[in-house]
């Protein structure tokens, strides 16, 4: 299957700083979803993103499909951005089967 | 509300005993799909079925059991062969599972061994 790694795996940011999360996977894609997974347990599907670049209020993201790799930009972050937030893809042979990154850690302190 | 539902939140299993975990959506989505999380790793395939009485084996099916006799539900059974089965169970579902769909996730079930 497809590998995915994401960067860095921990990161601590004071409130009100920015911030950029990196994918990075291993095969062409047609499908690329971030997700946060707050400290509860509940995973929200940030964006789906296969290319190009979306924003959604303090977030964005970009993928470049050509170099294999998704970038997710915070910022101005809030407490409430605490959590981890994982980027998955599909196997190009079977659309239900995504591999998912170990993930990146966020802690943003008030 | 629509949305994906699962219970327990927590749940104990003993040695040698079947638990099952449930999952409930009313997205009137025909995909659903069962994850394993253990701590700090990311998630992993159990299984999944894009279909009402059909359902295919995803990573690491072995141990679990699943059934799916209506649309809007998809128990997952962590059988006594799971030898291994402490894990945060994530049940998840997509309009049709086809390439160009968002996955939505229910609030998760922890499951510990006494």
């Known amino acids: 299957g497809i590998q995915v790694e994401q960067s860095p795996p921990d990161l601590i940011l004071q409130e009100g700083a920015n911030s950029t999360l990196r994918c990075n996977f291993s095969d062409s894609v047609n499908n690329l979803q971030w997700f946060h997974q707050n400290p509860w347990g509940q995973l929200i599907n940030l964006f789906y993103?296969?290319?190009g670049t979306k924003q959604n209020g303090r977030l964005s993201a970009t993928t470049v499909a050509t170099e294999r790799y998704s970038l997710l930009y915070i910022s101005s972050s809030q407490t409430t951005d605490s959590g981890v937030y994982f980027c998955?893809?599909?196997?190009?042979?079977?659309?239900?089967?995504?591999?998912f990154g170990s993930g990146t850690k966020l802690n943003v302190k008030p | 509300d629509g949305g994906i539902t699962q219970s327990p939140k927590y749940l104990f299993r003993k040695e040698g005993q079947n638990v099952t975990l449930s999952c409930e959506q009313n997205?009137?989505?025909?995909?659903m799909y069962w994850y394993r999380q253990d701590p700090g790793q990311g998630l992993r395939l159990i299984y999944y079925s894009q279909i009402v009485n059909d359902f295919q084996k995803g990573d690491i099916a072995e141990g679990y059991s699943v059934s799916r006799e209506k649309k809007e539900s998809f128990p997952l059974t962590v059988t006594s062969a799971q030898k291994n089965p402490t894990a945060f169970y994530l049940c998840?579902?997509?309009?049709?599972?086809?390439?160009?769909?968002?996955?939505?996730f229910g609030s998760g079930t922890q499951l510990s061994v006494l």
């Open positions: 998955a893809v599909p196997s190009s042979y079977n659309f239900n089967k995504f591999s």
């Open positions: 997205l009137n989505h025909d995909a």
């Open positions: 993103i296969p290319s």
């Open positions: 998840a579902s997509s309009i049709a599972g086809q390439v160009n769909e968002k996955l939505f």
